[in-house]
């Protein structure tokens, strides 16, 4: 068979799949009754369906395209970088039973929606608009990532990095408009299965096989690509990522639509259990790509996020290549429908309704619906402008999480926190983070680690010195049994 019809054929299976997921969104929009289903679908949600959608998201196409792509040309820093997000993810699992008690006994269905109650409108404004730029860059490296896939299929065809941006943006808006978490989580745990079995399984298997064993892959391994090294880049990106999952919006999101504390706290652990597997897998993947393709990625492709799709086409038969690309398109598409919907849940109900209060149900789900379709033209913007996923995550989270981390945990944990403490933190991260960003990030230090510390001692320092004279609502909960 030759390689155009095998070109045809692929092309043909991933079109396929990315209809389902459209048909998908809109055979679940009758689900959707009021904001409350919109947004944390009813609070329906047990353990499995939970650690689906969890790990879907969490293995995007920044932690599988842009993490293998790290690994390829930086060898261990792909682990570095990884171990921290997963540490963090099992901390936030312990704490997401509390977060879904909170969520039940006060009706809350975000994070800023916590802040408001415990810190005044304010602070949910300030934190809102964080959460906002933070979700539409992941979902901006979520298209860059597939926009890399869809120019490396479809180059026979004369489809372009920008068409292929284009055209995710679009089945982004689709099924994301339609159903609102619904939608997101179903199509989640679809693409849950595809991603472990055309990705995780199929790819390392074939690849191991292609270079003749552990033992071989072991002999032919270049040093340099397995030596634990740290430097200020690194740290930076470590606290990035240990930092951000105190605040990770879409994750308080799944925490709020769980059906209880205990499937809450289940359905993150085991979401997070599997993601622990996959960092080596990535790992592997990046790096057996070295011995099987060359070092001549980037200059055939144009960015290291091309890697995995590369090595899927050059080891894989027909049929099965576009199996394994749909299901790194699942990967990617996992993860911008959870970030999207973020965005708009932070634009429409936490902004929007604040401003107007009166703002009417059905409003509010056809506004939602509209900035389904708005916002991801932003992310295309940034997609087009900063052209590799791994970079453009860091660029949105660090900011987030230097301004947004420490004072999401104390919003559950330290009765002390107040508004001005809350209000001093988020501003002094942010600007020390942002100051060091456009400084050139002195010694090479990333920028979150400078960002952290400021928030942090803003935090502490402001709040022991006003919570006498203004203390803030603390929330107590009836844990559920």
Not at 119 to 144: C, D, E, N, Y
Not at 173 to 178: E, K, P, R, S
Not at 197 to 222: E, H, K, Q, T, W
Not at 400 to 421: E, M, N, R, V
């Amino acid at each position: 068979m030759d390689h155009s019809l095998l070109s045809i054929w692929d092309l043909l299976i991933i079109g396929a799949y990315l209809l389902l997921m459209v048909l998908v969104g809109v055979y679940s929009v009758r689900r959707i009754q009021n904001t409350g289903d919109y947004y944390v679908a009813g609070r329906s949600f047990g353990p499995l369906v939970l650690m689906a959608t969890v790990c879907a998201t969490i293995i995007g196409g920044s932690g599988l395209m842009g993490r293998a792509g790290v690994a390829y040309s930086s060898g261990f820093k792909a682990i570095l970088t990884a171990v921290p997000y997963l540490l963090g993810m099992f901390i936030f699992s312990g704490l997401s039973g509390r977060i879904s008690d909170i969520g039940m006994q006060y009706n809350l269905t975000s994070i800023p929606e916590l802040f408001e109650v415990r810190f005044g409108k304010r602070a949910k404004l300030v934190l809102s608009v964080l959460i906002a730029f933070a979700m539409m860059g992941t979902v901006a490296s979520q298209v860059t990532a597939t926009a890399t896939i869809i120019k490396m299929l479809g180059g026979e065809i004369g489809l372009s990095y920008e068409m292929g941006a284009f055209i995710a943006c679009v089945v982004f808006m689709v099924y994301t408009a339609t159903s609102g978490l619904f939608g997101v989580v179903y199509t989640d745990v679809l693409q849950f299965y595809m991603l472990i079995l055309f990705v995780y399984i199929l790819i390392p298997a074939v690849a191991l096989f292609r270079v003749g064993g552990i033992s071989n892959f072991m002999a032919n391994l270049d040093p340099a690509l397995a030596t634990p090294y740290v430097d200020g880049s690194i740290l930076g990106d470590i606290v990035t990522y240990l930092v951000f999952t105190m605040a990770g919006a879409e994750m308080w999101q799944r925490a709020f639509a769980a059906r209880d504390r205990r499937a809450a706290k289940r359905g993150m652990f085991l979401g997070t259990a599997v993601y622990g597997v996959t960092i080596i897998l990535v790992y592997f993947m990046g790096v057996v790509a070295r011995q099987i393709i060359g070092d001549d990625v980037l200059a055939q492709y144009g960015s290291t996020d091309a890697v995995v799709p590369a090595l899927a086409i050059q080891i894989l038969p027909v049929g099965l290549t576009g199996l394994a690309l749909a299901g790194v398109l699942s990967v990617i598409m996992s993860t911008a429908d959870s970030y999207l919907l973020v965005s708009v849940q932070t634009c429409v109900h936490d902004i929007g309704k604040t401003v107007h209060p009166q703002m009417k149900e059905r409003t509010e789900i056809l506004l939602s619906r509209a900035f389904s379709i708005v916002l991801p033209l932003g992310a295309l913007v940034i997609a087009l402008y900063i052209q590799n996923a791994y970079n453009i995550l860091m660029f949105a989270w660090s900011f987030y999480a230097a301004s947004a981390g420490i004072p999401a945990f104390a919003a559950l944990f330290w009765k002390k926190a107040t508004h001005a403490g809350i209000l001093s933190a988020m501003l002094a991260g942010f600007s020390v983070c942002v100051g060091w960003r456009l400084a050139g990030e002195p010694f090479g230090l990333g920028s979150a680690v400078p960002g952290t510390i400021a928030c942090g001692v803003a935090l502490v320092s402001v709040s022991l010195a006003t919570y006498k004279k203004t203390p803030s609502v603390f929330l107590e909960v009836k844990k559920q049994t």
